[in-house]
């Protein structure tokens, strides 16, 4: 049977409904996936050959180049080391805070348990415009750069105000979600633990974390997405122009005077490529996370 008698027979296999699901969904995938395919495209063309084609189409014969994607990653490398530098602690003690949070609210009892509860889910509907001013005077109080005599305090002292800011605003999101999977263990498993004399840090240690694996995959993920992606408090609290994190360099890729289509493009991609490389690692645990397996 050749290739296209196969594919009349599983067409005639299917029923209309499913067809037309299917119709639904590659639609859905297409429009989703058109402005990822244009920017893509553009980033390999010349401005001669952006103005002269569809930002949809191929780079023109002759027009096809590389030089935005070096000139992006050039302008941008300093900025994607800093934001490795401020995201991924940040991300991972967010993580871990709130991890203990929410095993403290889930699997211990004390007064005032539902009260706290409500602060942090209350936290997570701040909006970061909100906190803008008193965040500012918090730091320019606290004054890291001027308490701690090290240089590389100084140095760094934007970076660092950056990345305890992201620890602080992303504990109620991160206790909210490890508190809807820590809610789904069994209770006699804990409670056969404490009749053996195991005390609460053995049992988060020994039990509860192992457990984790796949909400912590979920929450690192959303976490570093968050952060990564993060400009307004980057441009807020990071003065000193060596500490930009990339999303701010990636925002002055912007020309004064003329638009350097192909240059912007490449320089999205470059700066999206590290949340999409931990999409690829963890993508399997983020999707057995989300499902709750």
């Known amino acids: ?16 409904t499913r067809i037309a699901l299917y119709a639904v969904l590659l639609a859905m995938v297409a429009f989703y996936l058109a402005p990822l395919e244009s920017g893509f495209m553009t980033a390999f063309k010349t401005p001669d050959g952006f103005r002269t084609t569809t930002p ?25 080391l800093n934001s490795a530098l401020m995201a991924v ?19 211990l009892s004390w007064r005032g348990q539902i009260g706290v509860l409500v602060l ?60 809807s999977y820590y809610a789904t263990i069994d209770d006699e498993m804990l409670e056969a633990a404490r009749l053996d004399g195991a005390s609460a840090a053995t049992i988060y240690r020994r039990i509860i974390l192992p457990l984790s694996i796949p909400i912590f995959a979920v929450t690192l993920i959303y976490q570093f997405t968050q952060i990564w ?18 999303t701010v360099a990636l925002n002055q890729l912007q ?32 999707a057995k996370g989300v499902a709750g397996d």
């Open 255 to 286: 020309g004064s005077f003329v638009q350097q289509f192909n240059l912007q493009m490449a320089g999205a991609f470059v700066a999206a490529l590290p949340t999409l490389v931990v999409y690829v690692l963890f993508g399997e645990q983020f």
């Open 56 to 80: 949809f189409a191929l780079p023109p014969l002759g027009e096809f180049t590389l030089s935005a994607w070096g000139t992006a990653f050039d302008r941008l490398s300093n900025g994607l």
């Open 1 to 16: 049977m050749s290739a296209a008698d196969r594919l009349q027979t599983t067409i005639a296999g299917l029923d209309r």
């Open 120 to 179: 942090f889910v209350a936290g997570v509907f701040i909006p970061y415009q909100a906190v803008l001013v008193p965040l500012t005077q918090f730091w320019s109080f606290v004054d890291l750069g001027g308490r701690i005599p090290l240089a590389i305090v100084a140095d760094n002292e934007g970076l660092i105000n950056l990345s305890i800011t992201h620890v602080a605003y992303g504990i109620p999101i991160c206790t909210v979600l490890f508190r």
């Open 89 to 107: 602690p940040a991300t991972v003690l967010s993580a871990l805070f709130g991890s203990l949070a929410a095993y403290g609210l889930t699997n």
């Open 229 to 246: 992606n993060d400009l307004l408090f980057a441009i807020v609290l990071v003065s000193n122009p060596s500490n930009q994190v990339v």
